[in-house]
């Protein structure tokens, strides 16, 4: 069965330093998201993602975050100067459409960020 | 502020039994409704989803939607011990592709 796929599975980095998040979504999904989990608390919505562009994002996602399909595979999620508080699980998921009945939304298995 | 509510449990049923799990939402223009179940340390994955009033069946799983109370749930029914997760409560709106997800309601169901 197609799954998201995420690397990888556990990234330590520095404050202040770049990380990089990578997903492979479903392939035949267009619309593509990511949210983050911090440890014992609800999945946060960060970004959408469809036709090369964000179609919405949350307060979360500032100008530290950006997102972008490299290619026709993968999908990432780029921290560009990291936080102790980015440290969480963060999850990619897509979708085949935006809406009933093909909104659903697959998980990858996520990535945990440690920010030290 | 749209919320979406769930009781945190956590919530005890013995093997056999039926477990109902319950949410409640604030945005009444939601127009889809999900549950996920969550593994410690695993990633949310997807039992059902519903989109109309009523009741919707897959399997052991029912979801149970009422818009006009904006409340839906989902029963578990024969429960075993591998039911035992967080369930996640997701809604979105007709103006976003977002998820909003309650916190989850840990569901135990002892031997």
């Known amino acids: 069965e197609p799954e998201v796929t995420q690397t990888p599975s556990h990234q330590v980095t520095q404050m202040g330093q770049e990380v990089i998040l990578r997903c492979v979504p479903i392939s035949n999904h267009l619309y593509f998201y990511w949210y983050r989990q911090i440890l014992g608390q609800k999945v946060e919505f960060l970004v959408s993602f469809y036709n090369n562009e964000i179609s919405e994002k949350s307060e979360i996602f500032d100008d530290q975050f950006s997102v972008e399909r490299p290619d026709g595979s993968n999908f990432t999620l780029k921290i560009r100067s990291t936080k102790l508080e980015d440290s969480a699980m963060y999850f990619c998921a897509s979708s085949e459409g935006a809406y009933p009945p093909r909104g659903e939304q697959f998980f990858g298995p996520g990535t945990r960020l440690t920010v030290l | 502020q749209k919320e979406v509510e769930q009781n945190s449990g956590p919530l005890s049923v013995p093997e056999g039994a039926i477990a109902s799990l319950n949410c409640t939402y604030s945005?009444?223009?939601?127009?889809?409704f999900f549950w996920y179940r969550q593994y410690s340390g695993k990633s949310p994955e997807l039992i059902m989803s519903i989109y109309s009033n009523g009741d919707k069946e897959d399997g052991r799983f029912t979801a149970q939607l009422n818009k006009a109370s904006q409340y839906v749930s989902l029963l578990i029914r024969d429960s075993q011990p591998s039911d035992s997760a967080t369930y996640l409560c997701?809604?979105?709106?007709?103006?976003?592709?977002?998820?909003?997800f309650g916190k989850g309601t840990s569901l135990l169901v002892t031997p």
């Open positions: 945005d009444r223009v939601s127009q889809s």
């Open positions: 997701a809604v979105n709106a007709n103006s976003g592709y977002a998820l909003n």
